[in-house]
């Protein structure tokens, strides 16, 4: 009995998505709720799964084809019998099975982060220890291996220095090109900052922040709120989206969007955290934000930081958002001009924290401080309401006891 494999059910916002890899190829065992195939739609890496034991039948739809919402991939053959090598090859079958038992481990349990990372660096998947689930190969592990191999090199020479002279040398100067094919969230998020910048009267207004206050709060109970809260980190982030969201009520333009001709005044915060991956930016989202504790602030986004690493993050937790909040600080940025998400009607940039010389009350001293460039859509919020909102939130970091007095 052949049972279809269908693609999963897109939500409203994907219209299609693209066959990513074939985990398993026609006449190989299949085990129910074993991974098949990945299907990479404008958000996430989709993952299907086989429904029943068996055989995989054909393959209806290759690698780099489109599809559509529960369009049919292939089928699986249940209770069949996978392929046997005929009876004049079983030597030749018994001397690869090692190899293809490689080959097939390679295919079926490393996540696609993982996968990406060891095809572009070389490594063979068969040689990484997996530590996940059910031995799955996790991103983390892969990052292990590659690590494993930068430093192999280095000791090489002194334990076999003439293997290594024996190793091919790439002449200096060489150009060298490597072409590969954009990723949908690659090419979804260019198109979509296109249409922002093209679409939205958009400005960027600044302002800086001494970060003295919330510095100091955090490492005198960093240590106690990690006890207190399960493993649970104290950041910086959760301090600026607790601000955010107090600094949305007063303003309640800044958290609206267009549509249409119409102007929607949402009545709660949903707030995006830009988070960069393998495959591209993208922004899970909070919701209530405006009601989280700082922990819960912070449990939320180290569990999207982990998912976006391990290529686990759904559609549901990317869809919608009222506001969001990037921070390039992460990677050394002092300054930028983030671009507005739509149909959001404003960003927060968050940049990297330097000590620099400042004026406090008539004398010179040395501060932490951290610029933040805030992105408005002029069509809905006007300079007024910008510069208000970001000083409402430098305030409100430079002194941490108005967000408690709600002040």
């Known amino acids: 009995m052949a049972i279809e494999i269908k693609a999963p059910t897109f939500p409203e916002s994907v219209a299609d998505g693209t066959v990513a890899t074939w985990h398993k190829q026609p ?110 190969i996790t991103k983390e592990d892969a990052v292990a291996a590659i690590e494993a191999k930068k430093s192999a090199p280095a000791a090489a020479p002194a334990a076999k220095p003439a293997a290594a002279a024996a190793a091919p040398v790439v002449a200096a100067g060489d150009r060298t090109e490597k072409r590969v094919p954009m990723t949908r ?20 207004t600044f302002n800086e922040v001494d970060m003295t206050e919330v510095m100091a709060l955090r490492s005198k109970y960093k240590d106690l709120f990690e006890k207190t809260h399960n493993g649970v980190r104290l950041g910086f982030m959760s301090f600026f989206v607790k601000a955010a969201t107090e600094a949305l009520k007063r303003f309640p333009a800044v958290n609206a969007s267009i549509d249409g001709s119409d102007i929607v005044y949402h009545g709660y915060a949903d707030v995006g955290v830009a988070v960069s991956s393998d495959r591209g930016l993208v922004v899970p989202v909070l919701r209530n934000a405006e009601q989280m504790s ?28 009222t506001f969001t909040i990037t921070n390039g600080g992460t990677f050394g940025s002092m300054m930028s001009t983030p671009i507005v998400n739509p149909p959001q009607a404003a960003i927060l940039g968050m940049h990297n924290i330097i000590q620099r010389p400042m004026a406090v009350n008539g004398q010179v001293v040395i501060r932490p401080m951290m610029y933040l460039a805030l992105s408005y859509d002029h069509r809905l919020i006007d300079g007024k309401e910008a510069v208000t909102f970001l000083v409402t939130i430098k305030n409100l970091l430079e002194d941490p006891a108005r967000l408690l007095l709600d002040i």
Do not use: Y
């Open 27 to 136: 006449g190989e065992a299949v085990k129910r709720d074993e991974l098949i195939v990945d299907i990479e739609t404008d958000k996430v890496v989709l993952e299907v799964l086989a429904t029943a034991d068996g055989v995989l039948g054909a393959i209806v739809k290759g690698e780099g084809e489109t599809v559509l919402s529960d369009e049919v991939l292939g089928s699986i053959v249940e209770g069949g019998v996978a392929a046997a090598a005929p009876a004049a090859a079983a030597a030749a079958a018994a001397a690869a099975a090692p190899a293809a038992a490689s080959a097939e481990a390679e295919d079926a349990i490393a996540a696609p982060a993982a996968r990406k990372l060891a095809e572009e660096n070389g490594i063979a998947l068969s040689s990484i220890k997996g530590t996940g689930k059910d031995g799955r």
């Open 185 to 204: 969230v690659r090419a979804t998020v260019a198109k979509r900052l296109v249409e922002a910048q093209s679409n939205m009267a958009m400005l960027t």
């Open 294 to 321: 700082l922990a819960e602030i912070e449990n939320g986004i180290a569990t999207f930081g982990k998912k976006a690493r391990d290529g686990k993050l759904s559609i549901d937790e990317m869809t919608g958002g």
